[in-house]
């Protein structure tokens, strides 16, 4: 399920797990363009910061995934 902010289709909860980390940085880079818009509302702005937040939340539990991941490749190259 989607639902939209001004011209902003966001996921639901559910869904942003399944955005790679690539597409959830590049939606947080079309949050800050709009942010920094003139048009970007007071209501608009609170729901686009809930919205980032959830974004790096995603992108952070990626980054630590993969620094295990390779944390463990090089646990094993030096046994």
């Not at 609170?46 to 390779?70: F, M, P």
Request: hydrophobic residues 40%.
């Amino acid at each position: 399920m989607h639902y939209l902010c001004k011209n902003y289709l966001f996921m639901e909860k559910d869904d942003i797990q399944k955005l790679t980390y690539s597409e959830a940085v590049a939606e947080l880079e079309k949050i800050v363009r709009e942010m920094q818009s003139d048009a970007c509302s007071i209501d608009n702005l609170s729901r686009l910061t809930s919205r980032s937040l959830e974004l790096l939340k995603v992108c952070k539990a990626k980054l630590l995934s993969t620094d295990e991941e390779l944390k463990k490749i090089l646990a094993e190259l030096e046994a």
